[in-house]
């Protein structure tokens, strides 16, 4: 079976440092993987997505992941930390095998960022 | 809608009580999921609407839990006889087709029972 492993439960960073989430997937075949994030007392939001080519993607509010087939990993990277980005983060990989498009998601990692 | 609307925003049932919990969709998303998540723990997938198609209901924890999608819009997602390891957020999400362009997700219902 899939899974997503999210080995930090807490990271605390100083802002304007450099931020690396980590997530680990188990999955049989080329997988989709995302990272959302959520704010206290919202839904989550997507930040990104990998589906094929380039394995350093993209997404909004400045964040980047990297996908890395050897690792099994797909961290989740920002340069420079804001204050704002404190939330909790999740790492999803979908689909599952068989059981159409329903995304597997890790326990998540909450962020604090100091001042 | 603009996004994905859930009501109400909190719950709080007594033990041995029936909730209904409520989700309304982005108008034109065709997939419909519903996920829990507890206290430390990830998201539990629960249920999955495409369209006409039968759901998917390999998630719901217990015969206590059922839901249905109305119309192929809104869905309903019931919990029977509440019990106090129910308590927990109840999201909702919504997607095109595929779903693998990314869920939008409602802001949850946080459901309490005591």
């Known amino acids: 079976a899939q899974s997503v492993t999210q080995p930090d439960i807490h990271i605390t960073v100083s802002e304007g440092a450099s931020l690396e989430l980590r997530c680990n997937y188990s999955y049989g075949a080329t997988p989709y993987l995302f990272w959302y994030v959520q704010s206290p007392g919202q839904g989550l939001q997507l930040l990104l997505k990998?589906?094929?080519?380039?394995?350093l993607v993209q997404g909004i509010k400045g964040f980047e992941a990297e996908f890395k087939r050897s690792q099994s990993s797909f961290n989740l990277r920002k340069p420079s930390v804001h204050w704002s980005d404190a939330a909790e983060y999740f790492c999803a990989v979908g689909p599952l095998t068989g059981g159409g498009n329903k995304l597997t998601f890790g326990t998540g990692t909450q962020l604090k960022v100091e001042l | 809608g603009a996004g994905v609307s859930q009501s109400p925003s909190n719950k709080v049932t007594e033990k041995g009580k029936d909730v209904e919990l409520r989700c309304d969709p982005i108008s034109g998303h065709t997939a419909l999921y519903w996920y829990r998540q507890s206290l430390g723990q990830g998201l539990e997938f629960l249920i999955y609407?495409?369209?006409?198609?039968?759901?998917?209901k390999s998630g719901l924890p217990s015969d206590r839990f059922s839901a249905e999608r109305t119309g192929g819009s809104v869905s309903t997602l019931t919990i029977q006889r509440t019990q106090q390891e129910d308590s927990a957020v109840y999201l909702c999400?919504?997607?095109?087709?595929?779903?693998?362009?990314?869920?939008?997700f409602g802001s949850g219902t946080r459901l309490t029972v005591v």
């Open positions: 999400a919504s997607s095109f087709n595929s779903g693998l362009e990314g869920y939008t």
């Open positions: 990998y589906f094929s080519g380039d394995t």
């Open positions: 609407f495409q369209g006409n198609s039968a759901p998917d």
